[in-house]
């Protein structure tokens, strides 16, 4: 039907870390999958194997670099990832490392105040600008493929596809090793729907990956 709904986009939460597991930020720290981690990217290779895939791409963080290449190992070399600089999260500056716990509203607080930078790191503001032109690119070329795009990214990312489509950075969350996928209407427009281990309630309901 031509004017079927179609899933063009994959957005992949990373595996598990050692912060995840923690409960800190993690944000520009280049945190390596942990062993509950490298199974959720094995789970995720498992379920991208018989799903072909017009691009691969990558935050360039390593958590997200070995989420992709579990996927690109189960297509046989057949796909590149292509790593997107612009798709690194959230610079969240002090609080990298600290417990979330430890810091209540904090983050909050500058998701009410999006134009003020995290103390050594960044605005929400500055990090949409950096990641809306990408994310925009990304899914125009998506529309056009005959195959799904798959990108290995972080929270802060899937929030901000959530906030470019429905406006609410907190619609469709996933867990670590999740997946959230963007639907293309030619008269409904995108759409979202999380297809692999969505979070139950908000989940991570601040922009802190």
Do not use: C
């Not at 999958?33 to 959720?40: F, P, Q, R, T, V």
């Not at 798709?87 to 600290?98: D, I, S, T």
């Not at 998506?142 to 619609?171: F, L």
């Amino acid at each position: 039907m031509p004017d079927a709904k179609k899933l063009v986009a994959y957005w992949i939460r990373h595996g598990e870390t050692s912060g995840n597991a923690a409960g800190t930020f993690r944000g520009p720290l280049d945190l390596p999958l942990n062993k509950h981690g490298l199974a959720d990217a094995q789970t995720l290779g498992e379920y991208f194997k018989a799903k072909p895939l017009a691009a691969l791409l990558s935050s360039p963080k390593k958590r997200a670099q070995d989420t992709a290449r579990a996927i690109a190992d189960v297509h046989d070399g057949s796909l590149k990832i292509h790593t997107v600089p612009e798709f690194a999260p959230l610079n969240v500056g002090y609080l990298a490392g600290e417990l979330k716990n430890e810091h209540d509203g904090t983050m909050s607080y500058f998701d009410k105040n999006t134009h003020l930078p995290i103390p050594m790191g960044e605005s929400i503001d500055d990090f949409r600008r950096r990641t809306q032109p990408k994310i925009s690119q990304v899914m125009n070329f998506a529309i056009k493929q005959k195959n799904p795009v798959a990108a290995a990214v972080h929270s802060s990312i899937i929030h901000e596809v959530n906030h470019m489509i429905t406006g609410d950075h907190n619609q469709t969350l996933v867990k670590p090793g999740g997946i959230l996928g963007v639907y293309w209407h030619p008269t409904e427009g995108y759409s979202l729907e999380a297809l692999f281990r969505p979070t139950k309630g908000k989940g991570d309901a601040a922009y802190h990956a």
